[in-house]
């Protein structure tokens, strides 16, 4: 069982492929994962840079959307971990929206605010 890894919106890095395959430098896998990403998300133009990813709050390296999410940007202005931290949470657009398309996240930031 791996170490959750909480991002700012609640996703748990440690189970994203992209963040494993980086990990564990495996080229093989990374390359798999962006084939399957470029037809996933019709962006013919992804590069192997999309599926390398340390993170969200870790270094510079954000895979996929994680580099430019304006949830992860909050968090960093604010100098939270995760959104679990803000006394905004219950009224944030961008998370209720967030929520609608990856409940799991709600779920690991409910159980960080317990």
Not at 17 to 42: H, I, P
Not at 55 to 60: E, F, T, V
Request: aromatic share 8%; charged share 20%.
């Amino acid at each position: 069982m791996t170490t959750p890894l909480i991002a700012p919106c609640g996703l748990d890095c440690a189970q994203c492929d992209a963040y494993k395959f980086t990990q564990t430098n495996n080229l093989e896998g990374q390359e798999a994962l962006l084939a399957k990403w470029r037809v996933e998300y019709s962006a013919p133009e992804m590069t192997l840079e999309a599926v390398t990813c340390d993170g969200c709050l870790a270094g510079a390296r954000h895979g996929g959307y994680c580099a430019e999410c304006p949830i992860r940007a909050c968090a960093v202005e604010r100098s939270f971990s995760t959104c679990a931290e803000c006394d905004q949470y219950g009224s944030c657009e961008k998370l209720a929206h967030f929520f609608t398309l990856a409940p799991q996240a709600k779920g690991n930031l409910e159980a960080l605010r317990k």
